[in-house]
């Protein structure tokens, strides 16, 4: 096989995609150009991308890596970041996808010549870490020896996968619940990434967990008002600004806080900015001097 078998690949992979991948946020590169690759011997083409995070691009690669005993063939999803990593992998909810994820590659072409039989098919994660970041890959490996119809299928559905799961992660948030969630503001796209994470189950639990529920603006605690039902209750407000939720950046515990409902409905009636915390306990220190 050769770069020509790569291209005759991603033509008829982006022409499968085209009238499927209508609504999601998948962007087709039709226009690819050859890229030549001196660690696994072989090409890659860039296919596409996830729509507004040009670091999360769909790339075929063919490649003749030492130890292999032909070229292989390889889709994935290629990150400049870890974390764009890690967050992309949160948001597709790989796990339901694809299952466990079948290896993790810790750099080296040489480890991922190694990869057991059972495990082509399904998604690997190679990390390659730099001191600019790197290059990380949610990537299949395919045995197929040439391109044929079920190769084309099985890398269509991998992507069309994605896609789905991306939409459905952007349609799940606002519920009609949030509709007054900044209501002023006009960039939705900042609000939904605001919700997004503070409804990130595991750093939601681990922020409460530490500020034992208490909320961190009235310092009201559930359970003191409401007895055994307010046990274990309260909600995580995301406190990095509006504005700077546009690209993609890594959520710590610490852009969270523990709020009470009221609390939080009040800080989300304010600008979504920094100042929006201290705005509101002022608010309320005022209220109580002047009873
Ligand atoms: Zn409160
Ligand atoms: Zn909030």
């Known amino acids: 096989m050769n770069y020509k078998d790569l291209r005759n690949l991603a033509e008829k992979v982006i022409e499968r995609l085209e009238p499927i991948i209508e609504g999601m946020p998948i962007r087709l590169n039709r226009n690819f150009a050859k890229r030549t690759d001196r660690y696994t011997n072989g090409w890659n083409v860039q296919i596409g991308w996830v729509d507004g995070w040009d670091k999360c691009r769909f790339e075929i690669w063919l490649d003749d890596i030492p130890g292999w005993n032909k070229m292989q063939f390889q889709y994935c999803v290629s990150f400049r970041e870890k974390n764009i990593m890690e967050r992309f992998l949160e948001q597709i909810n790989h796990e339901n996808m694809f299952g466990r994820v079948a290896s993790l590659f810790k750099d080296s072409d040489e480890e991922q010549s190694k990869l057991d039989k059972k495990n082509y098919g399904k998604p690997t994660l190679e990390l ?83 500020d034992k529920y208490q909320c961190q603006i009235c310092e009201m605690k559930f359970q003191d008002v409401y007895g055994e039902i307010g046990k274990d209750f309260a909600e995580a407000h995301h406190i990095v600004p509006l504005t700077q939720l546009d690209g993609p950046q890594t959520v710590s515990v610490d852009d969270l806080i523990t709020v009470c409902a009221n609390c939080h409905r009040m800080l989300h009636k304010l600008q979504g900015g920094a100042e929006d915390i201290d705005e509101l306990k002022d608010m309320l220190l005022m209220r109580y001097e002047v009873r």
Request: avoid cysteine.
């Open 128 to 210: 390659n870490p730099n001191t600019a970041g790197g290059w990380f890959f949610y990537t299949i490996n395919d045995l197929s020896k040439n391109v044929n119809d079920a190769l084309v299928e099985r890398i269509v559905g991998f992507y069309v996968a994605i896609g789905r799961a991306l939409s459905e992660n952007q349609k799940s948030v606002p519920k009609p619940d949030d509709t007054d969630v900044y209501s002023a503001k006009e960039n939705r796209k900042q609000v939904v990434t605001h919700l997004r994470r503070e409804r990130n189950p595991y750093l939601s639990l681990l922020r409460k967990q530490q």
